[in-house]
Structures are given as structure tokens and as C-alpha cells.
């Protein structure tokens, strides 16, 4: 199954025609990490300053600016459409014997699509809503697939379980990270990244042996391995969330444009989705071993 990795879609910002913006770093669907765009506090000379002097400045008082409620709107419109689309996909492609094979195959197309949507995205300088999403749709037909699978043929129940945990991670690291329990710092940053880029490395790795060798590959999703680097999937996803946070605060205080929103959008929902497939792909493993 393919993951939204949002290690592949980091946004830090750069002063760009007077305003701090965010910076998409080209780097979706299994591309090397680069170094340009990936550092939000190397890219971004506000940030450097807020980790120098303290608190960033308060935004002008100025139209056009992102603000909270944005943010909040665009993120909610690009999730109810990838929730609708995960919806029609899990009651219009069942995934009973005679079907399982096209339903599968569908929803393996709109994966690649999404990926294709989200490198586009990641490419472009500026925010697209029509890219972003498209994406949200096509990555809704994959998710709603996939959890008709786990769910009817793995483990009842467990696409509930699986939004309920992925519900507790983004509302436990959103307390903690208000109650200032979580420091988004340049430490922070550079830890999350190699231990992101490790994991990937070695889920393709495995993938890689799974495809030429057959079986489970080297055992990393399957087992107590699997458990693992389950646990580690989400919280990996949980400091995910933590940046994607301390992004679109520096956005609103550095007086980010309004349809910068649409790239905040865009960070939380693969996080999320991130996060949601770590806990299917867990509760997965955990029924399987029963």
C-alpha cells in the first residue's frame, strides 16, 4: 500500500515580493530529500529571527493575509472531499470475491494519480486549490478502498479505530504543542527529518525485497517488527503535525498571503493521511497476528 508521506511535501518559508511565503520543496512520492525548501529555519529568515529574539513580530494590519479561520476553511474543504470521496469509493467498490481484483486495481490508479497531483503541487511555487484538490478526491478513492479492505476482510471496525486514533494524535499534539510542551526548534527539525528519512528509507528497502523476494520482504511490516515501525510510523507523523503547526503559525505572524492557506491545507492533509494509514496498516497487523 502506498502512503502520503509527508516527509516528501515540507514548506518552509523565504521572503518573496515583500511577505514571508511558503516554500514547496520538490521532493513527493519517494524523491531524494534536498536540501533546498526542506529547512524552514534555514530557508526562512523570520523564523532564524523568532529563534533568536523570541516571539515573531505581530502581522500588519493588512488585507490579504492568512489568518487562522483560512486555514481552518481550506483544510476542512480539502478533507471533506477526500472524506466524500473515501465514502463513495467504500460503497461503490466492494471488495467481495468477485470484485476485490478491479475494486483494488481502482484504487491502486487513484493512488498513482494523487501521487502525481501531490508532486505537481510540491513543484509549483504557489498554491493551487484545483491541484490540491484533485488530489484530496483521488487520494479519497485509495483510502476508501483500502479501508473497505482492512475492514471487511482483516479486522472489523477497523477504519473507525484507525480515524479515532489518527482524531487523538492531532488533538493530543495540538494541546501539547499550545501548552508549549512540544519546542519546534532547529534541533527538532533536524531529528525529525533523519529519523523520517531513515524510516522511509527502509520501508523501500523492504518493499523492494518483498517485490523481488517474495513473502513479507525483511519483516518490517509484518510481526512484532511490524508493530514497531508501526508505532514509529505515527509518531513520526505526530511530530509532523508539531511543524505543520509552527508553519502555520509563522505564516499568520509573518504575514503569509491568504492563499498560502491552501499549502497549509495541503501539509496537514498528507500528515493526516499519514498518520491514518500507520494506524490501519497497525491494527492490520495486530488482527493478523490473533
Known amino acids: 500500500m502506498r502512503s502520503s508521506n509527508p516527509v516528501f511535501s515540507r514548506r518552509g518559508f523565504s521572503r518573496d515580493n515583500g511577505y514571508a511565503g511558503f516554500n514547496t520543496a520538490p521532493q513527493a512520492g519517494g524523491a531524494a530529500v534536498g536540501a533546498q ?3 524552514p529555519y534555514a530557508s526562512n529568515p523570520y523564523a532564524q529571527q523568532d529563534l533568536q529574539q523570541g516571539a515573531p513580530p505581530q502581522a500588519p494590519v493588512t488585507t490579504g493575509r492568512m489568518t487562522m479561520d483560512d486555514v481552518v476553511m481550506r483544510t476542512g474543504t480539502t478533507l471533506g472531499i477526500l472524506v466524500v470521496t473515501a465514502a463513495l469509493a467504500w460503497a461503490l467498490l466492494p471488495v467481495d470475491d468477485a ?3 478491479r475494486s483494488y486495481g481502482i484504487g491502486i490508479g487513484a493512488a498513482l494519480i494523487g501521487m502525481v497531483l501531490a ?3 510540491s513543484f509549483k511555487r504557489k498554491a493551487s486549490p484545483a491541484l490540491i484538490l484533485s488530489y484530496a478526491a483521488f487520494e479519497g478513492v485509495f483510502l ?3 479501508s473497505s479492505v482492512v475492514d471487511n476482510r482483516i479486522a472489523s471496525g477497523a477504519a473507525m479505530q484507525a480515524v479515532i486514533g489518527t482524531l487523538a494524535v492531532f488533538t493530543a499534539v495540538l494541546v501539547a504543542y499550545r ?3 512540544i ?3 532547529r534541533r527538532f527539525y533536524g531529528f525529525v527529518m ?3 528519512l531513515g524510516f522511509v528509507l527502509l520501508m523501500m528497502v523492504n518493499m523492494l525485497f518483498a517485490v523481488f523476494g517474495g513473502g513479507d520482504g525483511l519483516g518490517f511490516r509484518s510481526g512484532g517488527l511490524g508493530i514497531m515501525f508501526g508505532i514509529i510510523g505515527v509518531l513520526l507523523g505526530a511530530c509532523f503535525l508539531a511543524l505543520d503547526f509552527k508553519q502555520v503559525e509563522d505564516g499568520i505572524a509573518y504575514g503569509a498571503p491568504r492563499e498560502e492557506a491552501w499549502l497549509a491545507a495541503f501539509g496537514l492533509t498528507l500528515t493526516l493521511v499519514w498518520i491514518y494509514m500507520e494506524f490501519l ?3 492490520a497487523i495486530l488482527n493478523s497476528n490473533d
Open 37 to 39: 525548501g526542506t529547512n
Open 99 to 101: 470484485n476485490i481484483g
Open 119 to 121: 508532486l505537481v503541487q
Open 144 to 146: 476508501g478502498v483500502v
Open 179 to 181: 501548552a508549549g510542551w
Open 183 to 185: 519546542r519546534v526548534n
Open 194 to 196: 533523519a529519523a523520517a
Open 281 to 283: 496498516r497497525l491494527i
